[in-house]
Nanobody
Framework: QLQVVESGGGLVQPGGSLRLSCVVSGFTLDYYAVAWFRQAPGKEREGVSCINSHGDSTNYADAVKGRFTISRDHAKRTVYLQMSSLKPEDTAVYYC?????????????????????WGQGTQVTVSS
C-alpha cells in the first residue's frame, strides 16, 4: 500500500526557515516523481516544487525560486523541502505527493488531487 506522510510544519516568523519532510512507503522512489503542493485559505492548491525519479532534476514555482530547495534521500525514502526567507504569503497547508510521471506534468495536473498518492498535509504558518 502506497503511503506518503509529511512532517515539519509549524509557526515561524517572517524571514525564518523550516524544513518539511516527506516519507514514502509501499513503493520505491526510483520510478516516482515527488512534489510539494500547498493550499492557502480561500485559494486553489498550487504546485510548489518537484523532484524527478532520478533526483537529478527539479522544478520550482516562480514564487519560491531562490528560497526553497527540494531534495531526496533514496535510502531513507524521504524527500525534503527546505524553506528559507519565509514570507506571510507562504502560509498554507503543504502536501507531499508522489506519482509515476515527470515533474513538468505533475506540477500542472497535480493540484487537482486526482493524480498520485498524497499525504495528509502539514500546516506552515508564517507570522510575527
Amino acid at each position: 500500500q502506497l503511503q506518503v506522510v509529511e512532517s515539519g510544519g509549524g509557526l515561524v516568523q517572517p524571514g525564518g526557515s523550516l524544513r518539511l519532510s516527506c516519507v514514502v512507503s509501499g513503493f520505491t522512489l526510483d520510478y516516482y516523481a515527488v512534489a510539494w503542493f500547498r493550499q492557502a485559505p480561500g485559494k486553489e492548491r498550487e504546485g510548489v516544487s518537484c523532484i524527478n525519479s532520478h533526483g537529478d532534476s527539479t522544478n520550482y514555482a516562480d514564487a519560491v525560486k531562490g528560497r526553497f530547495t527540494i531534495s531526496r534521500d533514496h535510502a531513507k525514502r524521504t524527500v525534503y523541502l527546505q524553506m528559507s526567507s519565509l514570507k506571510p504569503e507562504d502560509t498554507a497547508v503543504y502536501y507531499c505527493a508522489a506519482a509515476p510521471t515527470v515533474c513538468v506534468h505533475f506540477m500542472v495536473v497535480g493540484p487537482k488531487g486526482d493524480v498520485g498518492s498524497w499525504g495528509q498535509g502539514t500546516q506552515v504558518t508564517v507570522s510575527s
